[in-house]
């Protein structure tokens, strides 16, 4: 596990624990269990971001895998995770963030490449259209959006 706030520990240690196991047995090369958990243990205006509802794991695992191959693809050796699953509650408090984001279904990541996003984004959308997902893929200056929601939508 790794080393995560003591006070969001304190409400979800347990769960996270199992989480991360989860998310382990993926056995993912470049995108790091540790970093998807640490996405999860943010606090933004006083609200704390939680675990995921158990029955919405298996999601994050293939959108993780997708961005797994993105990277593979771009023989890139790791993958940062800035944001993962919210809850309705902390995903309220990111700015910019939507309503009825694809993060809360626990179906949506935003990654950083070492590289400029823009290459990422095209990638993502390039693997999309072959056929290796179906879902949205957002081009932000500084990081992509990837999402598995069943619908090709770019923005």
């Known amino acids: 596990m790794p ?12 769960q996270a624990s199992e989480y991360f196991r989860y998310l382990s047995a993926l056995k993912l090369k470049r995108v790091d269990a540790a970093q998807v958990l640490e996405s999860h243990a943010k606090e933004k205006g006083g609200v704390w971001n939680s675990i995921p509802p158990r029955a919405s794991w298996r999601r994050m695992g293939y959108t993780l895998r997708v961005a797994e191959r993105i990277a593979q693809e771009m023989n890139v050796s790791e993958v940062e995770i800035i944001s993962a699953y919210r809850s309705p509650e902390y995903n309220a408090r990111c700015r910019g963030a939507r309503t009825h984001s694809w993060h809360q279904q626990n179906i949506a990541v935003d990654v950083k490449f070492p590289m400029r996003a823009s290459k990422v984004t095209a990638m993502a959308r390039q693997l ?3 056929g290796l997902f179906r879902g949205g893929v957002g081009g932000y200056w500084n990081f992509t959006h990837i999402d598995a929601r069943g619908q090709n939508i770019n923005w």
């Open 128 to 130: 999309r259209d072959e």
């Open 3 to 14: 080393d995560l706030p003591e006070e969001w520990l304190a409400m979800h240690g347990r």
